[in-house]
């Protein structure tokens, strides 16, 4: 058996991934300096690991943007169904590795860190972890998307910017302590801000009719949904989907009236309120907690996402938002809308909504095209993990979509009455 190999004698060994072509390399180095010098704005004399890990992952990320504006213009180009997973968690773990791995590239990175003195592997390890998911159900989203873009199926992933992702362990006295995990803390490089996309997300308030008989959400507390998008490369296929992140931002503005009253402090308050919908990931995703925020979560995704689908169905170039295509009955042809468990099944009320008070279309029309579009991963039936919200939660904050429950209910009790005839137990059942 050979003996332990040292870390500096791991530096000095030929990479076993793969020989890389010398004009690679150098392009490398000269990136990575590049990005040092007019990205993190250092010089190698005050640089620490994680500047170079920074600039290594702009590096890698210069090769990847050219790929997911291609793939975007392609799916415009093609409109092909899309498919969108809707998860409450997104357990991504770390993206510089995966990145280099599958845009081929990790034999000339590692060559051009050692060339340069530094071990990619402690390089690596100044990444923060993205773990916005407490274990498998996270991770398995996080595969379906790796999966997707492998297959090359248009797929968006769809969740929340949580600030605070599942928690730091740490041993102190042989038992295990919870730290928050400030993994935003130094910035990620991977993400981009799209505020030109955000969206308002409406909370409480009343319905009324409207004079076409209609009904009509209104007097509604606003939060607005801003997005940040992710790559996620495919292996080998120079195909890169995205996933998109919502971060709660406040529509409250401050201005010199409010400051001269006293309540400046009050209004910086009321936008933190606001914001908490994405501050931090619930630390159980396998025992209900019938918390009001976590409802405010569900919803928070389930809005805005839908905004976002609904918006890319109607529009037809890229970058576009004119409306190109008025026909709804078409959309279960271009849209596969993908439930991951009980936590975003608010979405079906919620299209059901746009589509009853926003788009004007009748019931039957628009509950036909909502059970086309939208499927439904099932995770446990253990009634604990089952989730139940109060109807008095549900009637404060979300009063329109408790009208839409309860008459979906009505409507399929009314097709058991007609296969079973008033059958108690069936009712029940």
């Known amino acids: 058996m050979s003996a332990p190999v040292t870390d500096k004698e791991k530096r000095k060994q030929i990479s076993v991934r793969g020989i890389a072509q010398v004009e690679n390399v150098a392009n490398v180095k000269k990136s990575f300096n590049r990005h040092l010098h007019y990205t993190i704005i250092k010089d190698r004399h005050v640089a620490t690991k994680r500047d170079y890990y920074f600039s290594l992952a702009n590096v890698v990320k210069d090769h990847l943007v050219s790929r997911w504006i291609r793939t975007q213009q392609h799916y415009y180009e093609t409109d092909p169904k899309r498919v969108y997973y809707l998860s409450l968690e997104f357990y991504m773990g770390r993206s510089l590795t995966n990145t280099m791995i599958n845009l081929g590239i990790q034999g000339a990175c590692e060559e051009a860190m050692y060339q340069m003195g530094m071990d990619i592997e402690s390089v690596e390890s100044y990444e923060e972890d993205a773990g916005l998911g ?19 199926i248009a797929g968006y992933g769809y969740g929340i910017r949580y600030e605070f992702g599942i928690f730091n362990q740490k041993i102190q006295d042989g038992c295990q302590c919870e730290e928050p995990d400030d993994w935003l803390r130094y910035g990620n490089p991977w993400e981009k801000a799209r505020p030109e996309y955000t ?4 909370f409480y308030g ?35 989907n995205t996933l998109r992140l919502w971060s709660a931002k406040s529509p409250l503005t401050f201005n010199l009236k409010v400051f001269n009253t006293g309540d400046y402090i009050q209004s910086v308050l009321d936008r933190n309120i606001a914001e908490n919908i994405s501050r931090v990931l619930y630390p159980n995703d396998n025992m209900f907690e019938g918390k009001e925020l976590r409802l405010k979560q569900e919803y928070f995704l389930c809005a805005a996402t839908l905004n976002d689908v609904v918006r890319r169905f109607k529009a037809s170039k890229f970058g576009s938002r004119e409306v190109a295509r008025t026909n709804f009955d078409l959309m279960p042809d271009k849209v596969a809308i993908q439930l991951n468990d009980t936590h975003p099944a608010i979405a079906i009320p919620e299209l059901m909504r746009i589509l009853l008070d926003e788009e004007h279309l009748a019931w039957e029309q628009a509950w036909t095209i909502t059970t086309k579009c939208c499927a439904y991963t099932n995770h446990t039936i253990l009634p604990e993990a089952l989730e139940r919200w109060p109807v008095t939660m549900l009637q404060e904050l979300l009063p329109r979509h408790l009208e839409i429950i309860y008459h979906i209910n009505h409507l399929h009790m009314e097709q058991v009455k007609a296969k079973y005839g008033d059958d108690a137990e069936k009712l029940k059942q």
């Open 134 to 152: 407490n274990g498998g159900l996270g991770r398995l989203a996080a595969c379906f998307l790796d999966s997707m873009a492998t297959l090359g």
């Open 199 to 202: 969206v308002p997300v409406h």
């Open 206 to 240: 009343n319905v009324v009719y409207t004079a076409e008989g209609g009904r009509k959400w209104v007097n509604t507390e606003v939060v607005l949904a801003m997005p940040y998008d992710n790559p996620i490369p495919g292996y080998g296929n120079n195909v890169c």
